[in-house]
């Protein structure tokens, strides 16, 4: 490129140089031309002759006349007056024609000058006849005059000639000092052409010496090249150059080939692919190809045929380049038949692996539990649908799933760790139980397999998970009625053995002392034991009962009875068996009816009662209280005696459960426990509220009868 | 080409050389003498010179030439006798002619000029010449048909008032 501009630029400079040569030639010759125009115009001198030729015709036809008017005989025509003015007249007519006659009028005499034409005109016909000496004199002195008019214009044309000569002068040395330059340019430009030309001509020889140095090489090249045939060649297809490389191929010597069409050099150039190849690479376009001829093992061989484009002393050519490439060729085909064998192999390979994939991916499929695996950076690669049907998953998945989002779906249900939160790559097993939906269990099992592939399982154990409650349940149940059987054991060796051994005692000392005994002491001996019996009856009667409920024996008879009346009558029962104690009562005037078992309820009254009684020192006090709220009627019992402790109030409904503070006080722990439960059965409850050593207040309630509820609402 | 015509100008003066002998002898002139040959002739009529007047002039054949000249800015006709006719006719044998006017302006026409057939001319525009009109002898050059001839010294060959012609 650059050398193109470098051309370009040479190619200008030239140019500029024969145009600089061209003008200056021309403007010198204009300028010549100029001059010589001039030269040949510019006659002065030639006016100048003419207007001292015409003074000298006046003197001559004035001396002429003088002669003629002193009487003179003239032999000679010529020197007659006749003669002279025609003479006169002739170089009078030429001062006033043409280019003189602008000379004259440029001195302001061509007035004059006519005049005196006119008078030389009209004088001529008097001068032909016989004129008087007189009229000679006078057109003599007219002559004269004329002479002297002439003389006069000589003077000053050739004081004008003065002015002209020098302003030409200056003229001519201008055009010279022009030419001069104009001669200048035409000698530069003219140098630096003759320097272009000398070294174009030096480069075309110094290019022509390294073309054939190139020639020569590419010569020493081709000729030496024998592992590749080289064949130039024209648009006919006619050989221009073979070389050994081509005669060892093809077995044709050059001094054969060259200058013979190729087709009838070698089979292979009848090739309809070869013919196309070199038509191409003749046209201007490169193709490389192969031929291959098969035949048996020996001939088999393969040519590589790159043909190209060459241009040359302006001739499009085409150069092919064959080389011998048997072996690759056949290696080649080797390893297209290996890798044809190899690829079947795969495709036979891969067809089983997708059908065990299949089979796998359908077990899964059809598998109860959720199935999901992960690569080791946590990207999902499968999951079944049990997994996307997960209830945590369903819910909360919907971005892409990967591990971490799979897990942190699990981390908000019950029995779930931190561990499912920040679980990261590398990711750690985890075995984890998740309330995945009510009632619905699963166990999450995320393991790794061979370090790279991670498994998650989802099982639903819900059912063993039933099972276990309820297992649960039952150890506990069972649990609670050890714990129930040992309270009876310890109650019942507790509380028999004192009624037991008091009859023990008694009947001792009645054995023994028999006959000491006072009748009195007798009396209070046997009324002792038989304190203790009964006291015995109603500890088993007690036992029974409890027994009896629960083994459901206890039926329910309700019927409508009046509250207040059950109540005072057995607070005042009571009242008379225990005679320090005092029993207040807060009950209305009218009767409560209400709807129950009046034997039942008596034993929960009893109960309260008594242990009302029982725990509250030498001197109880206790309140009894009954009133209506809505459609239920209450009845609480007040003592203040040892209290409850707090914390054992919610166990004091349990069998057999006693709170310390009643440790040394008669009882079975079944009592409460048994009113309780009957009030259950009548739709009602015991409530409790107790302070340690400030007394308690139980209270129960029951439904009031329909009877009384239809008056009261009449 | 130049050389061509030389050579062929030369063969006609040897012809006419040849010819010129053949030439009847001049006759005298009878009426007034209009031009006067001298020089090398090989006819003669008075003493060394030929003498020609008007009828003499006329007899040898007259042609024209229209053009315009340094007197006329208008072209004019110009009708005389070729110079080379009169020269043929006295058997003028020279390379060149000098031309006397009655003024006694001289001018040398080579002969050379001879190939140009310039003439003496006798009528300008119809019109006989006379003494006082440049008269009665023009040596007219055929101005407009040369570009040569358009210079000052072709321009002052046209002698008028020619009288004389000397053969050297």
Known sequence: MKLNINNHKAGLVTLVALAVLALSLTFAVVRLFDIDRDLRTEDTHANLWMISQAQFEAALAAESLARYAAGEEFSNVEQAPPFRLSILVSRMAVLLEGSQADVIRKVGLLGDMKAAYLMLTLAEPLVERRMTPEEATGLRMQVRELSSILRDAANEVMLINRTDVASKRAMYLQVVLESLVFLLGIVLSAAFLLVKLFRGVQEASQAKQLLRQEQELSDLVINNVSNQGIVLFDEKLECLLWNPGMENLLSVSPGDAIGRRMQDLDPLFSKPDMVRSLNLAVEGTSTVFEDETTGDATQERCLEINCFPVSMAERKLGIAFLRDVTEQWLARKQAERQNFDLEIKVLQRTAALRQAERRLIAAIESAAEGFAAFDWTGRLLFANEQIWAAAPVALWCWEEMSLPIFLRCFAMCEGADHRLLVAQPPFEEIEVDVLIKKDVWAHLSVTKADGATIFVRLTDISAYKQVATALQSALERERETTNAYRNFVSMVSHQFRTPLAILDSSAQRILRRSADLSPEELTTRIQKIRNAGSRLTRLVESVLNAAKLDAGRIELNPEPCDLVHLVVDLGERQSELNAHSTIRFDVPESPVPVYCDPTLIEQVFINLLSNALKYSGEDPVVEIKVWTEGARAFCSVRDWGIGIPGDELPKIFDRFYRARTASGIAGTGIGLNFAQRIMHMHGGEIQVESYEAEGSLFTFDLPLSNVDQAQQAA | ?168
């Not at chain 2, 058997?91 to 060149?96: D, E, R, W």
């Not at chain 2, 002969?111 to 003494?131: H, N, S, T």
Request: glycine fraction near 8%.
């Open chain 2, 1 to 168: 080409m130049r050389y061509v015509r030389l050579l062929g100008m030369l063969a006609l003066l040897l012809g006419w050389a040849c010819t010129a002998q053949a030439q009847e002898p001049l006759p005298q002139p009878k009426g007034p003498v209009l031009l006067i040959v001298s020089g090398r002739l090989q006819q003669a009529n008075v003493g060394t010179e030929a003498q020609f007047d008007r009828e003499m002039l006329e007899a040898l054949g007259q042609t024209s030439i229209a053009t315009v000249s340094v007197t006329s800015a208008a072209k004019q006709l110009f009708e005389g006798i070729p110079l080379r006719r009169i020269l043929e006719r006295v058997g003028g044998n020279g390379t060149s002619i000098r031309a006397s006017a009655l003024n006694d302006y001289k001018i040398t026409i080579p002969v050379d000029d001879l190939k140009y057939e310039p003439i003496v001319a006798m009528r300008v525009d119809g019109q006989m010449l006379k003494v006082r009109d440049k008269g009665p002898l023009w040596v007219v050059y055929p101005r407009d048909s040369y570009d040569a001839l358009q210079t000052p010294v072709y321009d002052a060959r046209w002698i008028w008032q020619l009288n004389r012609l000397h053969v050297e």
